[in-house]
């Protein structure tokens, strides 16, 4: 009897073993970050879940972590700002209430917080503007794929912080394309963006601002260049004068292959800006007032020294400005030690044009084909070579064109003075009958009109 007994006890034991370590190893432990960002920022929010697959029974739950905080014995650990005392690896295992079950602990996962707040990158297209073309923003953050919405706005300049504000632009607020596009855009304007997401959403911080430029004269306001020219030597002095209805201005440049960097002129003489060149290289230069008027923007080409001895290569002495269509211009070609110079090539798009003793191109009616590239070369020694641009204009009159309305006066003239006369006959033929008369004048009329 007590064999059998202790057989029964036995198998009992072996029974139970197996089912428990049937049930152990069915339930798995599994850990989850919501949402499941490849990176998360300093003050994001972040949840951090631990679910037990393959039973429906209540658990308790048990963290390890090596993070600074440990989370609460609970299924779900929400981290509402996020830091750097979160960083580690979490695991976690459930212990069935109902019973000392227990799954084995779950597969680490790796939390990792970031201390630098992304900044995201503005580009614009194009960004010399032709005057009501469509310009397209993109809004491009360091993981592009992770959830982000875009926040649009446009750069008000603030002359007290030297700096900008910003203005959401219509249908700027959370979009979900990186992209915007603005339609007939006229004038020279500067733009920001930037990204959230999340349910308590995270912003990141605003882009830096990107300019569109327009060369566009007829703006609100206008900068003026002194000496009149796109290209400078080294060590020239030039004058930029901003022009408007507005008392307060700064001169802004963005040197090319920096456009991350703007310079705003120390230098401010009321609404002008002197300084002397230092650096070669190509420049934009426009001018911004307080009131958020922006001038028409220029180019401004330094020129470098020609060779090791600090000999200067010749300089084009072409219009800041755009030329309006049917005017004439004249281009010419300048040493820093000597103002004319003869038996000068000219290029226009790397194509010479003219080879001869006169020292200037004179164009004596520009049209629109005379756009582009221009140069010069003396004695083998080449300028850089700077854009013409042709603005075209167009004259619309309403109603009809104005060359024509001078015949379509002589026309209705005519026409009111043959109607008198058929009128006059009318009437002289129609005496004896007044009423007949009547009658048929008011049919010529209901026929003419």
Not at 330 to 351: A, E, G, M, R
Not at 367 to 391: I, L, T
Request: charged share 15%.
């Amino acid at each position: 009897m007590m064999g059998h007994s202790l057989l029964c006890k036995m198998g009992f034991f072996l029974l139970t073993t197996v089912i428990y370590g049937y049930a152990e190893a069915s339930n798995r432990s599994i850990v989850t970050l919501y949402p499941n960002w490849s990176e998360i920022y300093r003050g994001e929010t972040i949840t951090v879940r631990c679910e037990i697959h393959g039973g429906d029974t209540e658990w308790d739950y048990e963290w390890e972590t090596n993070s600074t905080i440990k989370p609460p014995n609970q299924n779900e650990y929400k981290i509402i700002s996020s830091s750097s005392n979160n960083n580690g690896n979490y695991r976690c295992k459930g212990r069935m209430k109902s019973s000392q079950n227990k799954t084995e602990w779950s597969d680490s996962v790796t939390l990792t917080v970031s201390n630098n707040k992304p900044r995201p990158v503005l580009t614009v297209s194009p960004s010399w503007l032709s005057p009501g073309a469509s310009v397209t923003l993109n809004c491009q953050v360091e993981h592009p794929s992770a959830g982000w919405s875009f926040y649009w706005y446009k750069a008000v300049p603030d002359l007290i912080e030297k700096s900008y504000s910003y203005e959401l632009l219509p249908d700027g607020r959370r979009t979900v394309d990186n992209s915007y596009i603005i339609h007939g855009q006229t004038h020279t304007a500067g733009y920001v963006c930037r990204a959230g997401r999340g349910d308590a959403e995270y912003h990141t911080d605003h882009s830096q601002p990107k300019f569109v430029w327009s060369a566009d004269v007829h703006s609100a306001a206008s900068l003026t260049v002194s000496p009149d020219r796109v290209q400078h030597f080294i060590s020239d002095s030039v004058s930029l004068t901003c022009e408007g209805n507005f008392t307060e201005w700064r001169v802004v440049t963005v040197p090319q292959g920096d456009p991350s960097y703007y310079y705003k002129c120390e230098r401010m003489n009321g609404s002008t800006c002197n300084f002397k060149t230092s650096k070669s290289g190509t420049a934009v230069y426009w001018c911004e007032s307080g009131s958020g008027e922006f001038s028409s923007a220029v180019n401004i080409t330094v020129q470098n020294y020609f060779n090791f001895y600090k000999l200067y290569g010749p300089i084009l002495v072409s219009p800041v400005h755009p030329v309006t269509e049917g005017a004439s211009v004249s281009l010419s070609c300048s040493l820093k030690t000597q103002k004319i110079l003869s038996n000068v090539f000219f290029y226009h798009n790397d194509k010479l044009i003219q080879n001869d003793t006169r020292g200037e191109l004179n164009i004596s009616a520009v049209s629109k084909s005379d756009e582009g590239f221009y140069k010069c070369q003396y004695s083998g020694r080449e300028s850089a070579q700077s854009w013409m641009s042709v603005k075209v204009i167009t004259v619309t009159v309403s109603g009809a064109d104005s060359s024509s309305s001078p015949v379509w006066l002589m026309v209705g003239l005519v026409c009111g003075v043959s109607l008198i006369i058929i009128l006059l006959l009318l009437l002289y033929r129609c005496r004896q009958s007044k009423y007949s008369c009547f009658t048929r004048l008011v049919k010529y009329f209901l026929l003419l009109f």
